[in-house]
């Protein structure tokens, strides 16, 4: 019997040393619970992206140098891959929308129109209408693509159906089932952005006036104004981390900061609730900042770490695409922020696979979860994208 056993454990050994070589990130990364895995599953079959349990190679032709070429170089490769791989599935989801802002920009940044193609061909295949009739904020991101493209097309025809489904909006109830409209962090980014842009195209600053209203309704709600974090929703005001600190979703603080970044470039300049919008867009950028990995990068649960050993890409690209728009607007101290601006674009340039795939994604969730270090989903690529794009203006600024 002894001998049994000592031969299952110098094979189990055996079998382990091979897996520590094969997928050290995959072992070093806790695995996915039952439900997490469940959720995996269910956004892989809605084509969002995947998780193989090989992604390949590295790419080892990238620099994460602070350069136009190597910025656009690392862009073009991950918006290649994505498209390629997402263009047959393009749907009005938020997961979708957020791809889109991304392409949108990466065709500015990289001087490629196909990338914006892609997006004005979907919105014309839908007649550029949002998913529902009275959509929700998740529903109303698709007009934020919508709305970009017309201020470069103007053609009202773009922008008319999200119109009309915004004025429905604000003809309902302001509250149902005793929530407030944007009752979950995520959808500061998903709805506010497209609020403000309805005003700079048609001029009508009811719409401004509703996005003002609501925001500050979401911000009473979940705002932390000691630890100048967001908690996603009212069910995580008392939940707390492994280590007994309040949990705070790096994506979904990722999903503010962005927003805000995407308020504030269309929100007019003698708006009496823009010094609101700077002042937490500030407070957001300095936490996060004091609380960014050695790798450069942010894991999924913001204040416990160690808890989560991979990096979390989807949010740690929003929270890079907001500081680098923040330094280039004036709002964010450069000397202050280039330097982490910089460490998180090498940290996101080291997760890029040989064919383009960007890892260490998140699955749609609403709360830290783990995943493989493949985990790849289209809404992160978007965010990425984003973050280039910011970060390529960066360089060419004189410091």
């Known amino acids: 019997m002894d001998f049994v056993r000592r031969r299952i454990s110098t094979r189990y050994t055996g079998w382990l040393f091979c897996a520590l070589i094969a997928a050290p990130p995959l072992l070093a990364q806790h695995l996915p619970t039952p439900a997490q895995r469940a959720a995996i599953d269910r956004d892989n079959a809605r084509h969002f992206g995947d998780d193989p349990a090989n992604g390949g190679p590295m790419a080892k032709n990238l620099s994460p140098a ?34 889109y802002v991304g392409l949108v920009k990466a065709s500015g940044t990289l001087k490629d129109p196909k990338y914006s193609d892609a997006v004005q061909a979907y919105g014309e295949r839908v007649g550029w209408a949002e998913r529902s009739r009275v959509p929700g904020a998740d529903d109303q991101a698709v007009g934020q693509s919508y ?58 600053h009811k ?75 500030k407070e957001m950028a300095a ?69 383009g795939r960007l890892g260490c994604i998140q699955q749609t969730g609403a709360a830290p979860a783990f995943y493989r270090p493949t985990a790849s989903y289209d809404y992160g690529i978007g965010a990425f994208l984003m973050a280039g794009s910011e970060i390529d203006r960066m360089s060419q600024k004189k410091p």
């Open 66 to 99: 602070l350069r136009p070429k190597d910025i656009q170089a690392a862009m073009r490769k991950v918006a290649d891959w994505e498209l390629a791989r997402a263009q047959p599935y393009f749907d009005s989801i938020w997961t979708s929308a957020v791809l």
């Open 147 to 204: 709305l970009d493209l017309y201020f470069k097309k103007k053609d009202p025809r773009m922008i008319a159906p999200t119109r009309e489904a915004l004025d429905r909006v604000m003809a309902g109830p302001d509250e149902v089932d005793g929530k407030i409209p944007w009752w979950w962090c995520d959808a500061l980014f998903m709805a506010p952005p497209v609020w403000v842009r309805m005003t700079a195209a048609t001029g009508d």
């Open 207 to 281: 719409y401004v006036t509703y996005m003002n209203r609501e925001f500050q309704k979401t911000s009473n709600l979940l705002w932390d104004p000691s630890e100048h974090l967001y908690f996603r929703d009212a069910t995580y005001l008392n939940r707390k981390e492994a280590n007994g600190q309040p949990m705070f979703w790096s994506r979904g603080n990722g999903w503010v900061m962005a927003g805000i970044a995407r308020v504030l470039e269309y929100l007019p300049e003698n708006d009496p609730r823009r010094p609101f919008y700077v002042e937490q867009f």
């Open 287 to 355: 936490k996060v900042r004091s609380i960014q990995g050695k790798d450069g990068l942010w894991r999924s649960g913001l204040l416990d770490p160690q808890a989560y050993v991979l990096p979390e890409n989807s949010g740690s690209a929003l929270f890079t695409f907001a500081m680098a728009w923040g330094v280039n607007h004036g709002i964010l101290d450069r000397r202050v922020y280039r330097p982490v601006i910089a460490k998180a674009w090498k940290g996101l340039v080291s997760h890029i696979y040989a064919d």
